[in-house]
């Protein structure tokens, strides 16, 4: 019986009594229309004003998730449909489930994920709060395009739907709001095949305020954007930092310059030296975490990381890092030679810095880059927890 359902529609409802009995109608209404194999699906989340009861009424299927959130909600949701597509919507009436034929024709052509565009399908007076629509959709939503290489226009359209064994695949484990998120740039990662048709937003009947907290929320969605995406939270911006950094060095570390009348000396050569280190221990934070993240799941293998696994050791980690390393010590020597020669009397500092600062640099890296190899081996380590003696 189950093979026969093409699609469930699925609502994750919470005290959605004003609403959730008129969203069922209508999604009754497309099934019968345009002859869908399919089912309401109704995820009730802690209801206490009579939602779940009044959703079976109207012909829904009602099952309770256990763990409260929005993810929680469609994560439970999605194991216990019967369809082969998924179509999720809020039980708030602020989408029209009645007019859901364009993202089912795009899931029969092939789609693994389809999203819903507001802002191209229209956005009705009030349906949306001036900071969602002017400053966070399109923020996130850009930062979301430009991390994960999408042309998504909407990264957190609440009306999308879905090939129910591609999504299941991807493991999606948010319970909060950033669920809608994590659905999308997983998809990305893993290559889904993912559209987008336009939709219209309505202002919701529910009466009361939403569970979307702005502030709150919306830093939920922006931590998960970052950490997954080591290269743009890490990578990028410590290769600036460290080649900006070096090219201060050599370039200062000869002579003083001075460039449309301002002088860099050796003031900015400190600047140089703390930006070549911290762009160093940036770039070793984007190895960790990416390593990490290939290993428990929340990001998929790549040719890097299969690299890393297979022929990464901490002695060749170690020898490149002491390789550094001496290299500091020796320039310290020489330093401390140039001190000696002058009969360890007072020093221009003008010129001793320009030794003291690269030395001091290259021992930081080095100390850095050895810790970090000592990191990844911890990380390597197997999991010993099942084993017996």
Request: with cysteine; aromatic share 10%; hydrophobic share 50%.
């Amino acid at each position: 019986m189950n093979e026969e359902i093409e699609l469930t529609i699925l609502m994750p409802c919470l005290n959605e009594a004003a609403t959730v009995g008129l969203c069922v109608e209508k999604a009754m209404a497309f099934l019968s229309r345009y002859a869908v194999a399919g089912e309401v699906l109704v995820v009730d989340n802690g209801s206490l004003d009579g939602s779940p009861e009044l959703a079976i009424k109207k012909g829904a299927r009602v099952v309770t998730a256990m763990e409260r959130g929005y993810g929680a909600a469609l994560q439970c949701g999605i194991e216990m449909a019967n369809g082969q597509f998924i179509i999720m919507g809020d039980a708030d009436d602020s989408y029209d489930f009645s007019a859901l034929e364009g993202m089912l024709e795009k899931l029969r052509a092939g789609s693994d994920l389809v999203m819903g565009n507001r802002f191209q399908g229209g956005i009705a007076t009030n349906a949306m709060p001036f900071l969602h629509r002017y400053v966070g959709n399109p923020v996130l939503s850009f930062i979301g395009r430009l991390f994960y290489r999408s042309a998504i226009g909407d990264f957190h359209c609440g009306i999308r739907g879905f090939r129910r064994d591609a999504i299941r695949k991807l493991r999606l484990q948010c319970n909060g709001m950033e669920f809608a998120s994590e659905m999308v740039v997983k998809s990305a990662l893993h290559r889904l095949r993912i559209s987008e048709v336009p939709v219209r937003l309505y202002k919701d009947g529910r009466g009361r305020p939403p569970h979307l907290r702005t502030w709150r929320d919306g830093w939920r969605h922006l931590k998960f954007l970052l950490l997954h995406s080591p290269r743009w939270l890490f990578l990028l911006p410590g290769a600036l930092l460290f080649f900006t950094g070096l090219a201060g060095m050599l370039t200062i570390g000869a002579h003083a310059w001075r460039l449309a009348g301002l002088g860099f000396d050796i003031h900015t050569l400190s600047y140089a030296g703390a930006a070549i280190t911290l762009g160093v221990q940036m770039m070793l934070f984007a190895v960790l975490t990416r390593f990490v993240a290939a290993q428990r799941g929340w990001l998929p293998e790549n040719i890097f990381t299969a690299w890393f696994a297979r022929d990464f050791s901490l002695e060749l980690g170690l020898i490149f890092a002491s390789t550094i390393f001496l290299g500091g010590v020796a320039m310290s020597f020489y330093a401390f030679g140039c001190w000696a020669m002058d009969g360890f009397g007072e020093l221009d500092p003008r010129s001793t810095m320009r030794l003291v600062i690269p030395s001091v640099t290259l021992l930081a890296v080095g100390g850095e880059m050895g810790l970090s190899a000592f990191v990844l081996e911890a990380i390597r380590q197997p999991d010993c927890r099942g084993s017996t003696k």
